[in-house]
């Protein structure tokens, strides 16, 4: 009778003893992984960027005193961005060449449009200036194509910004604007 | 440690403190009684000059950070202070700039004499690890740095090399937005990297103790590679290896003051003298030198290859080329450690250094430069002068057989006695084609040394000709097959990874080596090497 109580108690209490620890470890090993994570996320995620750069910083631009053939550089959120009224012959390019043989194809209208969907004005092309190769400043009417050239690794751009020769893999990108007036647009 | 410590404390405080922290015999067994092989040549005290260079510059840069502003608007004016005006700034601001170029130059020289000698293999492949994870360390600190002065090179240094991690499909964005704190490099890049600067080099001095430990306990390397297994083959480390490493880190500070006394900014770019402009971009950028071989690797890949386009393509050979030496430990298949008696190792070892080299010298130029001379770029006109112009407008009935519907339509005006056809496509399903009839003719070749000279010859005369109201010139260029940079990138990329990933696995399998002495003592009687 003792010994049966012994047995009996003591192989349940061993394996019993042995997975509430396990459970214990587990358990606990778990928590501590959760928090582990939970605390090294604000560390990492500091790094993004702030409130203050993210608040999407608006820019806006008098397009009066621009002269046809003429472009300006400005910076939003911190990047650069051609404004650039172009000339009737610039136009002719930017539209002619709407479905020649394209790396990226896009139509020049369609690189016109507004933020807010509406079209643009075939004088004025507002688009991101970081060349999408490597992010340098392409030189202005420069090229074959008079659009922009990009002296880093000779990528080439047209009057619609489009790419045409080189490195770079796509088209300077859009910058999102708006018409404020007849001669002044925001951006961003 | 080799063997049991042989530390006799001399005085009452040093028996006393022995036995409370035995520091002094650490110290006297591993730089002391430690016995190093006694064939060791000059190529094994590089270790010593790195070490040197790794207290200069964070004793420079710890100075540095006193008078440093890291905020975009005075970081620049900054460095000119310490160099024109804080005490010893002139001398202290170039120890650290020239400092960060003798590090390279002497982990350079200490990495090949691993790769030359075998000293990455069994037991010492930890040892060689440790290495490359304080080489990464290395170049992190470097480019931080270099990013410090905010000069024009660092400025687009660091956009330019941001920009490579943007191409990592679909999160690359996000890690380059988190990295530079923005959507371009400004006030909180800057910030950041000044931080990150200053914490890395005390990273690495952590990894180097580790280095240092598992080098005492796998032992040291020799020119012969075999294992010491005498007390002859091994000498005390003081005074032999102090000596000599005393006299060489002499000779390399002799070098480093040579620059840091009479060229300062010899290794530099002038560039970085004019202030950080996110607006212009420099018309050339290069890395610092050391950094070359892999911004020549990045380079290289001018193509895409399947789903993996030309930008993310070097990205992957360029982090591959470091990555690749993680792993070499396991790549060399050789049972002898040493290439002294690996004769044909050897010479595929010294075209990998000429090969290093050349990487280095082509990410210095313009990739499109010819390496070579190439014959000159020729383009052939064709004209009609004279003769009456006529415009027809040709649809097509879907976009699908587009061209081939404008190709029929040009074809048909040539039947009617056309010379010349135009086709201009205005839409998808629309094109405008011009054709000259009657008139005469005209062909006419131009050239130019290059594809810009050749371009800019074809304007002029189609300017010319547009004078004289010829409508349209035909053109049909003929580019002559040219040696650029970048094909000879691609090839020295190719070596550099034939070298790890091909020659090294079977030449080990394959090749017959001359005899290995058993003995250290023997390599030396052997005769010379
Ligand atoms: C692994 C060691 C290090 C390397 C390879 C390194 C490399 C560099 C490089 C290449 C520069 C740019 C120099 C120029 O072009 O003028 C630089 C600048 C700087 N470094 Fe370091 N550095 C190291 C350690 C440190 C340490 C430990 C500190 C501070 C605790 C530091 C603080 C600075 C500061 C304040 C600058 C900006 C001033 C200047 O441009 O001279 N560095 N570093
Ligand atoms: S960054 Fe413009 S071509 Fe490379």
Same mark, same amino acid.
């Given at each position: 009778?003792?010994?049966?109580?012994?047995?009996?108690?003591?192989?349940?209490?061993?394996?019993?003893?042995?997975?509430?620890?396990?459970?214990?470890?587990?358990?606990?090993?778990?928590?501590?992984?959760?928090?582990?994570?939970?605390?090294?996320?604000?560390?990492?995620?500091?790094?993004?960027?702030?409130?203050?750069?993210?608040?999407?910083? !608006?820019?806006?631009?008098?397009?009066?005193?621009?002269?046809?053939?003429?472009?300006?550089?400005?910076?939003?959120?911190?990047?650069?961005?051609?404004?650039?009224?172009? !000339?009737?012959?610039?136009?002719?390019?930017?539209?002619?060449?709407?479905?020649?043989?394209?790396?990226?194809?896009? !139509?020049?209208?369609?690189?016109?449009?507004?933020?807010?969907?509406?079209?643009?004005?075939?004088?004025?092309?507002?688009?991101?200036?970081?060349?999408?190769?490597?992010?340098?400043?392409?030189?202005?009417?420069?090229?074959?194509?008079?659009?922009?050239?990009?002296?880093?690794?000779?990528?080439?751009?047209? !009057?619609?910004?489009?790419?045409?020769?080189?490195?770079?893999?796509?088209?300077?990108?859009?910058?999102?604007?708006?018409?404020?007036?007849?001669?002044?647009?925001?951006?961003? | 440690?080799? $063997?049991?410590?042989?530390?006799?404390?001399?005085?009452?405080?040093?028996?006393?403190?022995?036995?409370?922290?035995?520091?002094?015999?650490?110290?006297? /067994?591993?730089?002391?009684?430690?016995?190093?092989?006694?064939?060791?040549?000059?190529?094994?005290?590089?270790?010593?000059?790195?070490?040197?260079?790794?207290?200069?510059?964070?004793?420079? $840069?710890?100075?540095?950070?006193?008078?440093?502003?890291?905020?975009?608007?005075?970081?620049?004016?900054?460095?000119?202070?310490?160099?024109?005006?804080?005490?010893?700034?002139?001398?202290?601001?170039?120890?650290?700039?020239?400092?960060?170029?003798?590090?390279?130059?002497? *982990?350079?020289?200490?990495?090949?004499?691993?790769?030359?000698?075998?000293?990455?293999?069994?037991?010492?492949?930890?040892?060689?690890?440790?290495?490359? *994870?304080?080489?990464?360390?290395?170049?992190?600190?470097?480019?931080?740095?270099?990013?410090?002065?905010?000069?024009?090179?660092?400025?687009?240094?660091?956009?330019?090399?941001?920009?490579?991690?943007?191409?990592?499909?679909?999160?690359?964005?996000?890690?380059? /937005?988190?990295?530079?704190?923005?959507?371009?490099?400004?006030?909180?890049?800057?910030?950041?990297?000044?931080?990150?600067?200053? &914490?890395?080099?005390?990273?690495?001095?952590?990894? *180097? +103790?580790?280095?240092?430990?598992?080098?005492?306990?796998?032992?040291?390397?020799?020119?012969?590679? *075999?294992?010491?297994?005498?007390?002859? @083959?091994?000498?005390?480390?003081?005074?032999?290896?102090?000596?000599?490493? &005393?006299?060489?880190?002499?000779?390399?500070?002799?070098?480093?003051?040579?620059?840091?006394?009479?060229?300062? /900014?010899?290794?530099?770019?002038?560039?970085?003298?004019?202030?950080? @402009?996110?607006?212009?971009?420099?018309?050339?950028?290069?890395?610092?030198?050391?950094?070359?071989?892999?911004?020549?690797?990045?380079?290289?890949?001018?193509?895409?290859?399947?789903?993996?386009?030309?930008?993310?393509?070097?990205?992957?050979?360029?982090?591959?080329?470091?990555?690749?030496?993680?792993?070499?430990?396991?790549? @060399?298949?050789?049972?002898?450690?040493?290439?002294?008696?690996?004769?044909?190792?050897?010479?595929?070892?010294?075209?990998?250094?000429?090969?290093?080299?050349?990487?280095?010298?082509?990410?210095?130029?313009?990739?499109?430069?010819? +390496?070579?001379?190439?014959?000159?770029?020729?383009?052939?006109?064709?004209?009609?002068?004279?003769?009456?112009?006529?415009?027809?407008?040709?649809?097509?009935?879907?976009?699908?057989?587009?061209?081939? $519907?404008?190709?029929?339509?040009?074809?048909?005006?040539?039947?009617? $006695?056309?010379?010349?056809?135009?086709?201009?496509?205005?839409?998808?399903?629309?094109?405008?084609?011009?054709?000259?009839?009657?008139?005469?003719?005209?062909?006419?070749?131009?050239?130019?040394?290059?594809? /810009?000279?050749?371009?800019?010859?074809?304007?002029?005369?189609?300017?010319?000709?547009?004078?004289?109201?010829?409508?349209?010139?035909?053109?049909?260029?003929?580019?002559?097959?040219?040696?650029?940079?970048?094909?000879?990138?691609?090839?020295?990329?190719?070596?550099?990874?034939?070298?790890?990933?091909?020659?090294?696995?079977?030449?080990?399998?394959?090749?017959?080596?001359?005899?290995?002495?058993?003995?250290?003592?023997?390599?030396?009687?052997?005769?010379?090497?």
């Amino acid at each position: 009778m003792a010994e049966t109580t012994a047995n009996e108690t003591a192989a349940p209490a061993a394996s019993a003893g042995e997975t509430r620890r396990d459970f214990i470890f587990i358990a606990a090993g778990a928590v501590g992984a959760v928090g582990a994570a939970l605390t090294a996320w604000p560390f990492i995620d500091q790094m993004n960027p702030a409130a203050d750069t993210r608040a999407m910083a !608006t820019t806006e631009v008098d397009l009066a005193s621009l002269q046809a053939g003429q472009q300006i550089v400005i910076t939003w959120q911190g990047k650069p961005v051609f404004v650039r009224h172009r !000339t009737p012959a610039e136009i002719e390019a930017a539209q002619r060449d709407d479905y020649a043989a394209l790396k990226d194809p896009a !139509t020049d209208a369609s690189r016109l449009v507004q933020a807010n969907g509406a079209a643009g004005k075939p004088a004025f092309l507002i688009v991101q200036a970081a060349c999408t190769h490597l992010g340098c400043i392409p030189t202005f009417a420069a090229g074959d194509y008079k659009g922009w050239m990009c002296a880093c690794h000779g990528s080439q751009y047209d !009057t619609s910004g489009r790419i045409r020769r080189g490195p770079a893999p796509l088209n300077l990108a859009l910058a999102p604007y708006t018409y404020l007036t007849d001669t002044s647009i925001r951006i961003g | 440690m080799a $063997g049991p410590s042989t530390y006799q404390p001399a005085s009452g405080f040093t028996r006393w403190l022995d036995t409370r922290l035995p520091i002094l015999r650490l110290a006297h /067994d591993s730089f002391v009684a430690y016995p190093t092989p006694r064939n060791l040549n000059y190529w094994w005290t590089f270790g010593a000059v790195l070490s040197m260079c790794l207290v200069v510059q964070i004793v420079t $840069g710890i100075v540095l950070a006193m008078h440093y502003a890291p905020s975009i608007h005075d970081a620049f004016a900054s460095v000119q202070r310490i160099r024109r005006d804080v005490p010893w700034g002139w001398l202290i601001q170039p120890i650290h700039a020239v400092g960060a170029s003798m590090f390279f130059l002497a *982990v350079y020289i200490h990495m090949f004499r691993g790769l030359y000698y075998g000293s990455y293999k069994a037991p010492r492949e930890v040892l060689w690890i440790l290495g490359c *994870v304080i080489y990464l360390l290395m170049v992190a600190t470097a480019f931080l740095g270099y990013s410090l002065p905010w000069g024009q090179m660092s400025f687009w240094a660091a956009t330019v090399i941001t920009n490579l991690l943007g191409a990592v499909p679909v999160v690359g964005t996000a890690i380059r /937005d988190w990295l530079m704190g923005g959507f371009a490099i400004d006030n909180p890049t800057l910030n950041r990297f000044f931080s990150l600067h200053y &914490l890395l080099p005390f990273l690495i001095v952590g990894v *180097v +103790v580790l280095h240092v430990w598992a080098l005492h306990e796998a032992g040291q390397n020799n020119p012969a590679g *075999v294992d010491p297994k005498e007390k002859g @083959d091994t000498v005390p480390f003081t005074p032999h290896a102090t000596m000599k490493d &005393l006299f060489i880190t002499v000779v390399f500070l002799l070098l480093f003051g040579l620059f840091v006394f009479y060229m300062p /900014d010899a290794l530099g770019h002038p560039d970085n003298y004019i202030p950080a @402009d996110p607006l212009v971009t420099p018309t050339h950028i290069v890395p610092e030198w050391y950094l070359l071989p892999f911004y020549a690797i990045l380079r290289a890949i001018d193509f895409n290859v399947g789903p993996i386009d030309s930008k993310l393509g070097g990205v992957i050979l360029m982090f591959g080329a470091i990555a690749v030496l993680f792993v070499l430990p396991w790549l @060399d298949t050789s049972r002898v450690r040493s290439m002294r008696y690996r004769p044909i190792a050897q010479q595929f070892f010294l075209i990998f250094v000429v090969v290093c080299i050349a990487l280095g010298w082509c990410g210095a130029q313009q990739p499109a430069a010819p +390496v070579i001379p190439h014959p000159a770029f020729k383009a052939d006109l064709r004209w009609v002068e004279g003769g009456t112009s006529a415009t027809r407008t040709v649809t097509a009935t879907s976009e699908r057989d587009a061209v081939a $519907g404008f190709e029929a339509a040009a074809q048909e005006m040539r039947q009617a $006695g056309a010379q010349l056809v135009l086709v201009n496509r205005t839409s998808p399903t629309q094109a405008t084609l011009t054709g000259v009839s009657g008139g005469t003719e005209q062909r006419a070749t131009v050239q130019g040394r290059d594809l /810009d000279a050749l371009e800019a010859e074809i304007g002029k005369r189609k300017a010319s000709l547009g004078a004289a109201s010829v409508p349209f010139v035909e053109v049909d260029r003929k580019e002559p097959f040219v040696f650029t940079v970048t094909r000879f990138s691609q090839i020295l990329t190719a070596y550099y990874f034939l070298f790890f990933l091909g020659i090294l696995p079977l030449l080990g399998l394959r090749e017959t080596a001359s005899r290995v002495p058993d003995t250290i003592a023997k390599s030396i009687r052997g005769g010379a090497h």
